[in-house]
């Protein structure tokens, strides 16, 4: 007999739909009387300057309001909504136009739910075992049933960003960046398969009313797909909606880390899969970047297809940490609209905490603090370019540029969080894709 079971239910209705998954996998069946809740939604960027895509990036508002309609009608009355939004901590507004804007003080008012912002509440240290530490937030530490509620998704560092993955939102920013390392044992993959480990008892809730690929940003390609996926068990909902996203779990390294800390299998033999069947419900979801290696060039091959040449600008990985990475795409994009034709003078740029420079090379750019430390006196280096800084400053990475000789427009730079707003061109005149299901009526 399999041990855990998921659902697998399409979206066709508001509430009964997330009901139906939810009872069909037994989700609620060790909710204690009079429990404590805390939901941990995914809300992975937010600009309060701007309307962006948020359709599979961000859990919609839509899936929250059933859930707490679901837990209301079971008698729970303490329920908070905690997210730990990727920004600078001393930024109070932003997370505050975020929450208010997807509608959780209303679900303050219709069902007393209460928001918090995690940067703003304390932090515990927690052993993870094998000498890893993080300090998680203490709300829903002490919860007494945690109800965990990601977006179906790819990632372009994880392959996937489901549940496991979205309680990285509840560490501080110490111990996200500490995920982040060199080691090439205990690397990101390492600490985000214990994330759940000491969790209270969890409820995954994966909302795939719409999905993204190539996420976990804006930047990704959205889907309209109509689908939940629901367990009692976190890694049994991860598994499943790996394959929901065209993905074997087994090849997934945070999933088989996490799989073999439970002495469980990553391949779902052990899950017992209720509703929709997976093979017709999956749909393949990319979740890299490609890009192009080349004598005369390294970059993404959508710049290398603009012709850019002399620039080495070395695929991330996954030791660049999320402050980082929110920075990469807008330097990337300043560099593609700086191209004038002229090849560059074989510039290169290291981003993350392990890449070494190249011998040959006529200008190194290290992009942040983690990168100079490692590559300060490092031999190879004919001129070095440093932007220190955790996260660097927008203005010394325009200097930088500059001085490496690509004419970077700065208004890119001042105007950055506006740059989410083109996306939506995407997505207009197109009805599937509606803003709706980001409120609460």
């Not at 068990?233 to 394959?243: E, F, H, I, N």
Request: negative net charge; proline residues 6%.
């Amino acid at each position: 007999m399999k041990q855990h079971r998921v659902s697998i239910v399409k979206y066709e209705k508001p509430y009964e739909s997330v009901k139906t998954a939810i009872d069909m996998c037994g989700g609620l069946d060790h909710l204690p009387s009079g429990a404590k809740v805390f939901i941990k939604p995914n809300i992975v960027f937010w600009t309060k300057v701007c309307d962006f895509p948020k359709w599979g990036v961000i859990t919609t508002s839509r899936v929250i309001e059933d859930v707490v309609r679901v837990l209301a009608e079971h008698g729970i009355t303490d329920i908070t909504i905690g997210e730990g939004i990727v920004a600078d901590p001393k930024d109070k507004q932003t997370p505050a136009h975020a929450f208010e804007t997807l509608g959780y003080k209303k679900l303050g008012e219709k069902y007393g739910v209460k928001t918090v912002n995690v940067m703003d509440r304390p932090f515990e240290k927690v052993d993870l075992g094998d000498g890893i530490e993080l300090k998680f937030n203490t709300d829903i530490l002490n919860s007494d049933f945690v109800v965990d509620i990601p977006p179906l998704k790819t990632h372009n560092q994880t392959m996937v960003s489901l549940g496991i993955k979205n309680l990285k939102g509840t560490i501080d920013i110490a111990s996200r960046k500490k995920c982040h390392n060199a080691d090439p044992e205990k690397d990101l993959h390492f600490h985000i398969a214990r994330l759940a480990d000491k969790m209270p008892p969890m409820l995954t809730v994966i909302d795939g009313i719409y999905t993204v690929e190539r996420g976990p940003g804006f930047d990704g390609k959205m889907h309209r797909t109509n689908l939940l996926a629901a367990s009692a068990d976190v890694l049994s909902a991860d598994l499943t909606g790996t394959r929901l996203l065209g993905h074997d779990p087994q090849q997934v390294p945070y999933l088989r880390h996490a799989a073999a800390n439970r002495g469980r299998p990553a391949d779902l033999s052990d899950v017992e899969i209720v509703g929709e069947k997976i093979e017709d419900a999956a749909r393949y979801h990319e979740y890299d970047f490609d890009y192009c290696s080349e004598s005369s060039r390294e970059i993404p091959v959508p710049l290398a297809k603009q012709g850019l040449d002399g620039l080495f600008y070395r695929k991330f990985d996954d030791t660049m940490c999320t402050y980082c990475t929110a920075l990469n795409g807008l330097v990337l994009t300043a560099i593609r609209y700086a191209w004038k034709g002229e090849p560059w003078d074989n510039v290169e740029v290291l981003t993350g905490k392990a890449m070494e420079p190249s011998p040959g090379m006529k200008a190194t750019i290290l992009l942040g603090q983690c990168m100079y430390k490692k590559n300060k006196d490092h031999p190879d280096i004919q001129k070095m370019i440093a932007v220190k800084g955790c996260p660097p400053d927008p203005k010394k990475v325009v200097e930088a540029l500059h001085e490496a000789g690509i004419d970077a427009d700065p208004n890119l730079f001042a105007q950055a969080e506006s740059l989410p707003g083109f996306f939506m061109a995407r997505y207009q005149d197109r009805p599937e894709f509606e803003e709706s299901f980001f409120r609460v009526e």
